[in-house]
């Protein structure tokens, strides 16, 4: 990749997940219900820090519908598709990845659950939850909390199911 094109990749992967979130949300009819958030959520983050509150914009990804809010009202979604994310180095806590983990964890407001949906380069996409789902293959829970699955598996669930599994 050429130098400055890692936010063009960014922002090509959370368009991606935008849209397979849609359709599993929406059971296949809709890949419409989410968009990137406004500056990709640093809208949030740059309120916090002069500590005003935020009603919505935290995380990478928005509802656009309100069909689209059964999954934000309950969680906050962070993307990350980056040339190496430390995922050997994150079991004793260190690395991009465990980073990212904290901060957004850090930053998930009360009431909700954080989710990284994350990918290295010339890898599948995994995503990380602060739970567990039955009858699926966890591939790592690490020291922070989060459990790594295949992000189509976790896809091939029914959303409901899925939004049951932590009692959200």
């Known amino acids: 990749m050429k130098p400055g094109g890692g936010k063009q990749k960014g922002s090509g992967f959370e368009r991606e997940i935008c849209k397979k979130l849609s359709l599993w949300v929406s059971e ?3 890949d419409d219900l989410f968009w990137r958030s406004a500056m990709s959520g640093g809208r949030a983050t740059v309120r916090t820090k002069k500590g ?3 009603a919505s914009g ?7 519908t309100t069909e689209g809010n059964k999954l934000t009202d309950h969680f906050v979604i962070e993307c990350k598709n980056m040339k190496t994310l430390g995922l050997d180095s994150h079991v004793y806590g260190q690395g991009p990845l465990a980073e990212i983990w ?6 998930t407001p009360k009431g909700k659950k954080p989710i990284l949906i994350f990918k290295e380069n010339r890898r599948p996409i ?12 966890c591939l790592a829970v690490y020291w922070s909390g989060i459990n790594a699955y295949h992000l189509e598996d976790v896809l091939s669930l029914d959303f409901s199911t899925f939004r049951d599994m932590d009692g959200v």
């Open 28 to 30: 296949g009819n809709s």
């Open 126 to 137: 995994l995503i990380g939850l602060p739970f567990n789902c039955p009858g699926l293959v």
């Open 102 to 107: 904290g901060k957004l964890k850090n930053e």
């Open 58 to 64: 935290q995380g990478d990804i928005t509802a656009v």
């Open 52 to 54: 005003q509150k935020t």
